[in-house]
């Protein structure tokens, strides 16, 4: 008997796009002697389809190929397995992980706490911390209406004005600072800013996609990502760099410019390079992960120093994403490890 598995793509994410991307070639890969694969496509309004064609996932305006899926939980309830292939919120946010723990429906990736936790990146900050694992310096703010309200490590309040907090952010972080959503994937939202007034106007940017506002000190160094696989017995990948086209890795970097270069393994020396895998799996452990995370650091230029950046419990999963490349690399072609994946499902 062939595994039922249920592909979930699509999603009410600004990475609704790249998940169809994702999803297209895990289901050219997934061998088909194993598993009867069920494409499902949730829209960006969040209505689920079946996707029906069965040589490639393509969606278009018109959403061909799809049929409205009537009732979503028998849907599900008839599947064995299912594998979130959603980026974002409601996807790797811990929402749709709720849903599938409520059905007991066996899933590939994270758990609920470990979703949420990954994806909003104040709250990461924190574990990390706890977990004694270098970061940028951050602030952490957070918007009401047209003001803002600084949020110190003891989550003491002090509501104020842009301009105060612009104040307080240029003498504790300084320039260059990067300035986040909280809940962002993608780098949608995200800006760097150099000046204070870039500093304002990427703050008033950044609060249209989220009420939780992150500032962090610029490192100036290579960027570089290792992905980890399994639950108690983790394995690490090799470290693979990235090298954006702009002047850092903005969505046109990552999604448009074809100038983005990948270089697998990092070149970097082969401490470091130890030191990243040891940290990417000390990160998804103390984030609860389980399944699958890709762990980005940077590796500062003047210091060699290894400063985490995020973990994302749902990477990129096209052919050319950095997570199955990385095991490519150490010798684990695409479609074995999408079983590999499927068998951690089982050993929870
Ligand atoms: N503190 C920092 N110092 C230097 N560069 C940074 C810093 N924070 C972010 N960047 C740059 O901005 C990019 C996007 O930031 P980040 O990875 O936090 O966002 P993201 O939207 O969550 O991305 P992902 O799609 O990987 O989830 C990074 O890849 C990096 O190029
Ligand atoms: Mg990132």
């Not at 946010?93 to 429906?105: M, N, S, V, W």
């Not at 307080?168 to 990067?178: L, Q, R, S």
């Not at 106007?201 to 609060?207: D, F, K, L, N, T």
Request: hydrophobic content about 35%.
């Amino acid at each position: 008997m062939k595994m039922k598995i249920g592909l979930i793509f699509g999603g009410m994410s600004t990475e609704n796009e790249v998940s169809v991307m994702s999803a297209n070639s895990i289901f050219q890969n997934l061998d088909k002697t194993k598993y009867e694969v069920y494409p499902m496509y949730i829209s960006k309004k969040g209505d689920w389809y079946r996707y029906l064609a069965q040589d490639q996932i393509e969606i278009d305006e018109k959403l061909s190929n799809t049929e409205k899926i009537g009732n979503i939980i028998e849907y599900l309830q008839a599947l064995d397995v299912v594998f979130p292939v959603l980026h974002g919120l409601y996807g790797e946010d811990g929402t749709i992980q709720g849903l599938f723990e409520l059905l007991k429906k066996p899933y590939v990736g994270c758990g609920v706490l470990a979703s949420s936790v990954g994806m909003d990146k104040a709250y990461t900050k924190i574990i990390f911390d706890r977990a004694n694992i270098a970061q940028a310096p951050y602030i952490y703010l957070k918007k009401c209406k047209d003001r803002y309200t600084y949020v110190d490590k003891e989550f003491n309040e002090k509501k104020m004005q842009i301009e105060e907090a612009v104040e307080i952010i240029e003498k504790e972080i300084g320039f260059p600072a990067f300035v986040k959503p909280s809940n962002s994937g993608s780098s949608v939202g995200i800006n760097k800013a150099k000046t204070k007034e870039e500093l304002k106007e990427a703050i008033q940017y950044a609060g249209k996609f989220d009420n939780k506002i992150l500032i962090e000190k610029g490192i100036q160094g290579k960027e570089v990502e290792c992905a980890v696989l399994g639950n108690e017995d983790v394995k690490a990948s090799c470290v693979g760099e990235i090298k954006p086209a702009d002047e850092f890795y903005s969505y046109d970097a990552k999604y448009q410019n074809e100038n983005s270069r990948t270089i697998i393994p990092a070149e970097i020396n082969e401490e470091t390079s130890d030191e990243i895998r040891k940290l990417a799996v000390k990160a998804f452990k103390a984030i609860d992960g389980k399944g699958l995370s890709r762990v980005d650091f940077f590796v500062e230029d003047k210091t060699n120093k290894v400063y985490i950046n995020e973990i994302n419990t749902l990477p990129g999963f096209t052919k050319i994403s950095m997570y199955p490349k990385l095991f490519e690399a150490v010798g684990i072609p695409y479609s074995a490890l999408l079983d590999k994946l499927i068998e951690t499902v089982w050993d929870r």
